[in-house]
């Protein structure tokens, strides 16, 4: 039974930043992608950034330039660096892993963003 918990999550000022951290129960490396969406209240889930099994990411326009996704296998982590936030960015983000395929997802973390 694939895991994913969701930390880093919290309230933070227009231009800060944050980390959040998406924990798999089992490697990494058994997944084919692994990524993070969001979804704002009233909002469909959108992708925030992915990254791929041999390295390769993929942003969401809204993103580009000020989040950064990264990984470390030996603690079978995923990161999302969020920098220069603003009150858009204000949403529920959850991870995702793609094995084959089958989809998980954890129970996601609040991010708050005020103006």
């Known amino acids: 039974q694939v895991q994913l918990v969701e930390s880093g999550g919290g309230l933070v000022q227009a231009g800060g930043s944050l980390r959040l951290s998406c924990t798999a129960s089992?490697?990494?490396?058994?997944?084919?992608?692994m990524g993070w969406y969001r979804q704002a209240p009233g909002n469909e889930r959108e992708l925030v950034a992915r990254i791929i099994k041999g390295g390769s990411t993929m942003y969401g326009d809204s993103v580009k330039g000020r989040f950064a996704i990264s990984r470390d296998n030996v603690k079978n982590t995923v990161y999302l660096q969020m920098n220069s936030l603003n009150p858009e960015d204000t949403a529920v983000y959850y991870c995702?892993?793609?094995?084959?395929?089958?989809?998980?997802w954890g129970k996601g973390t609040l991010v708050t963003v005020s103006s």
């Open positions: 995702k892993a793609t094995m084959s395929s089958m989809n998980y």
């Open positions: 089992g490697s990494i490396l058994s997944f084919n992608v």
